[in-house]
């Protein structure tokens, strides 16, 4: 009976303490550091009519639900953050969680403030998506919104760190899920955007919930590790700060330990085991000049043994997010290794706050020093919008954290230009990070003029020249080594649109020949008969109707029956005459893998929805126990006096147990002018006769008869037969 009476009073103490820290009157003495008094008077009026609309509302922990946005705009006004980022934080939840409308909100608040707390807002459940697509559409709405005004991402990774500050009273299973997300997905996007405050902390916090039995583990390897750290990072501070003072520069030293999360990846980046990951520490070296910064540079390396190979000019070579700065690292006592950062206290603040710095400096009056990481954010969603905007869900926020990918290396166009790209990208990246054409049309690459295979994973520093071709196409083994969203998203566009081709086209004969025996003149597909049938059919136009019958969607026999001016007419009419295979139909044409037709063999073919026609030769199993079903899901076939190309049949071997067959018998296949695709042999250990699978390519039954005939002359072969 008393269990209740502790609960209310437990949770009576942590609403006391949530709101000496994240209370309206906490967060107004941070506001009056920065802020004049009258948009301090605008949050508080947001203040108040946020804790109207969510009274009687509690978060699982108990306390009024009021404190989660109040507890997100404190995070955003340590970020100095503008007045109307702040209602928006407070107010972020109301269009989601009470009556209020985005209509109500910008009446009161103004449009700015409706617009961000609309597309902080999730997207609007629909009936019949899962929750990995309803999850998709919400960061696609949210990538959107934060096109038009990059404070929605503010509010959003505000509000995702206080959540993740709070996750210890969520279910595991939910809490798993949402550490997940926020590493595959926010934290890359706060560090895109050069927000690292807010991105180191939601790593640690992350990998806290997701994997806390390893998170307690590294937290103790590091702690006995480095031991007493706060004597080191101070001798290693006073002796830089020192050495810098005694050649006249002015700077400051800050020493830290690595946060956890950063150790933990960087081990399984690059495979390491914790005792090789040594550059535990790290030190900021904040400069007032960018000549100092170099100046800087010479001191360290005066006072520490650099390494060389792990020397970065950030400077030169700005990150994507705008991050400048040196980066050197060098042993210190002991053989420690340590990381050094070296740059100016504008980049410094850039580092720290990203594109935050940008309402930060409109604050303070000065320059927008901020204008480049504005512009190269926006020039980000701008891409990955232009190149995403016909994907799916799934398929954008796939594209999406591939995107979000931190590492990067910097190659060069022939011209000296520098190209940004993901860490393991390939020349086909760099094509379609120049021009989408020259990635379509690209076959080779000169790396340091030297050829190169396609696949390549670039370096730094080198230079790269794309060859073309005029006939040349994306090529669908390259979504197996692409990096970049945007060279995955040509690809598969081109590929899409190459399947809807062929699906027209072969649709278009399918349909022209079920007309003609129908005595159905083909003018009818260009008159109001065809815009009837589309609109019967409820498509677009008439190439989507041929598509779809392209595809095994629709089958060309009942869709001409829709061109009779009665359909009643076609009940007597004898069946279509075979369509001819050329070989060349391409992704909406497909063989049967049971029995592997080639031209010579007698065919039929059977609609397949999604795969368009599968042909199989008539004696196989598979299409005898078809023709029990129904008839409009046969097409008769013949192979066309046109076909050409190369075809997939299936031999067994079965021979003598002798050292030396298998080269034999594949020495003979391909003098006989065919290739092996596949060979299947079964344990011969201890038999006197061994049987060989082989699935080879040929021009037809003639060509396959050739090549049969050279593996009987075979000495040691028994049997040789098509399967």
């Known amino acids: 009976m008393e269990f209740p009476v502790i609960q209310r009073i437990g949770t009576a103490i942590r609403t006391q303490r949530v709101a000496r820290e994240y209370g309206i009157e906490a967060l107004t003495r941070v506001l009056q550091e920065y802020l004049p008094e009258d948009q301090i008077a605008e949050v508080r009026r947001a203040y108040d009519f946020g804790a109207q609309m969510h009274s009687g509302q509690a978060r699982e922990s108990g306390e009024p639900y009021i404190y989660h946005p109040l507890a997100v705009a404190r995070v955003l006004a340590e970020l ?90 969520v279910e595991s299973s939910k809490r798993r899920r949402i550490a997940q997300e926020t590493l595959e997905i926010y934290a890359p996007i706060a560090q895109r955007l050069g927000i690292n405050t807010v991105r180191t902390e939601l790593e640690d916090l992350a990998f806290r919930h997701l994997y806390p039995r390893r998170h307690q583990v590294f937290r103790k390897a590091v702690s006995e590790q480095l031991g007493d750290t706060r004597s080191l990072i101070k ?195 760099f094509a379609y990070s120049v021009h989408s054409e020259l990635g379509d049309h690209c076959v080779a690459a000169r790396v340091d003029q030297q050829l190169e295979p396609l696949n390549l994973p670039l370096c730094n520093g080198q230079s790269v020249e794309i060859i073309t071709a005029r006939h040349a196409r994306p090529n669908a083994a390259w979504l197996n080594f692409v990096k970049t969203a945007k060279a995955r998203s040509h690809i598969r566009n081109y590929l899409k649109n190459q399947r809807e081709d062929e699906a027209i086209r072969l649709g278009r004969r399918l349909l022209e020949i079920a007309l003609r025996e129908l005595h159905v003149p083909l003018s009818r597909l260009k008159g109001g008969a065809a815009e009837a049938v589309v609109k019967a059919y409820a498509l677009n136009d008439i190439e989507e109707l041929f598509a779809s019958i392209g595809t095994g969607s629709r089958l060309a026999p009942l869709v001409a029956r829709q061109f009779l001016p009665d359909p009643a007419e076609a009940g007597g009419q004898a069946g279509l005459a075979p369509l001819g295979v050329e070989g060349t139909e391409g992704l909406v044409v497909d063989y049967g893998k049971c029995c592997y037709p080639i031209p010579g063999d007698e065919i039929c073919g059977y609609v397949s929805v999604g795969r368009g026609i599968v042909i199989h030769r008539l004696e196989c199993r598979h299409a005898a126990s078809s023709r029990k079903g129904s008839a409009t899901d046969r097409i008769p076939l013949v192979w066309s006096d046109k076909v050409q190309g190369d075809f997939l049949s299936e031999l067994r071997v079965k021979g003598d147990n002798r050292r030396g067959l298998l080269a034999r018998v594949a020495g003979e296949i391909a003098a006989s002018e065919s290739s092996i695709e596949n060979v299947q042999m079964p344990d011969r250990a201890g038999s006197e006769a061994i049987e060989m699978r082989f699935v080879l390519t040929v021009r037809s039954r003639v060509h396959l008869a050739r090549v049969m005939r050279r593996l009987r002359r075979i000495d040691g072969a028994q049997r040789v037969w098509r399967v």
């Open 235 to 429: 001798e290693i501070e006073q002796r830089l700060e020192k050495a810098l003072r005694d050649e006249g520069i002015d700077a400051s030293v800050v020493g830290r330990q690595k946060n956890l999360y950063s150790i933990y990846e960087k081990m399984q980046r690059k495979r390491r085991r914790f005792l090789d990951v040594m550059d535990l520490l790290g030190f900021r070296v904040i400069v007032t000049k960018v000549d100092d910064c170099y100046r800087a540079l010479g001191v360290v390396h005066h006072v520490y043994r650099p390494i060389s190979e792990l020397f970065n000019d950030f400077i030169a070579n700005p990150k994507i997010n705008g991050y400048q700065s040196l980066h050197t690292s060098c042993v210190g006592r002991q053989g420690r290794k340590v990381e050094i950062q070296i740059r100016t206290r504008e980049m410094h603040q850039i580092a720290e706050s990203g594109i935050a710095a940008h309402w930060q400096y409109k604050l303070g009056g000065r320059g927008d020093a901020n204008a480049m990481s504005q512009a190269r954010a926006h020039e980000w969603l701008g891409q990955l919008f232009e190149t995403q905007s016909g994907a799916g869900a799934l398929d954008f926020i796939e594209n999406v954290k591939v995107d979000l990918f931190p590492d990067e290396v910097y190659v060069f166009t022939p011209k000296g230009q520098i190209r940004r790209l993901p860490r393991g990208a390939t020349p086909v990246d």
């Open 80 to 169: 100095r953050m503008d007045a109307t980022t702040l209602c928006a934080a407070i107010l972020h939840d109301v269009i989601e969680d009470t009556s209020v409308s985005k209509q109500e909100i910008a009446a009161r608040f103004g449009p700015d403030v409706a617009e961000l707390v609309d597309g902080v807002s999730k997207f609007h459940k629909v009936e019949g998506l899962t929750r990995a697509e309803r999850q998709a559409e919400s960061v696609r709405k949210l990538l959107l919104a934060m096109a038009q005004d990059l404070r929605v991402i503010l509010v959003k990774l505000a509000d995702r760190l206080h959540n993740m500050r709070t996750l210890d009273g």
